[in-house]
């Protein structure tokens, strides 16, 4: 039984090793023409920079519950303080990765597409599965080095509340990732629709309307960031 919580180290690094080799496959396929590199050039900044400042008042949230688990008087404390921080890092860090990687496998998809879903398919699944393999083996990493340390090695008292303060802090990314996420999205959506179907006349998802950008920008951001950070949170949780 006490082997088990290194076996999960192990595997969790060979997912992570499996999600870096996706990565540089999709790196390496061609981005397409000029005009597809300038659009994903686009989206791939809006959606980054969302992130960013999407993160940057999530941290705010995350300092706040950092303090309170430090004072308040729980089982498991000061312990759960650092549990929940790391839970909530390792959540940012798996959307970020999977941000960076899908925005780059959109155009790479799209010109891959133009010779045939033979050729697209497996490239848009190496771009999702980044994200996949990130998301359980960040959360696994955590999850089994957090057993390890509170549990078999230093044997803190009330150890498992302290372990479960890992799903916490995953919990508060999931929590402002995927509804930040989803308002932007369809907001996004429907102001796109509205000036340029109804107002300008140019049809939906035309590269002239600007909101068409912040369009796709918000299918990232809600999609990959906001629902990868939803999995990490079921995934760490569950366990």
Known sequence: MTAIPYFALIASALALLLAYYFA???MKADEGTDLMKEIGEAIREGAMAFLRREYQWVSVFVVAMFVLLLVVPID???SASFAYL???FLSSVAGFIG???ATA???RTANAAREGAAKALPLAFKGGAVMGFTVAGLALLGISFNYLLWVTWLGVDSAFQVVAAFGLGASSIALF???GGGIFTKAADVGGDLVGKVEAGIPEDDPRNPATIA???GDNVGD???MGADLFESYAGSI
Do not use: C, F, L
């Open 99 to 101: 941000m960076r990687i």
């Open 86 to 88: 790391m839970g909530a």
């Open 24 to 26: 540089k496959t999709v």
């Open 105 to 107: 496998a959109n155009t």
């Open 177 to 179: 990732a995927r509804i």
């Open 76 to 78: 498991g404390r000061p």
């Open 224 to 226: 990959v960031a906001g």
């Open 215 to 217: 369009d796709a920008v």
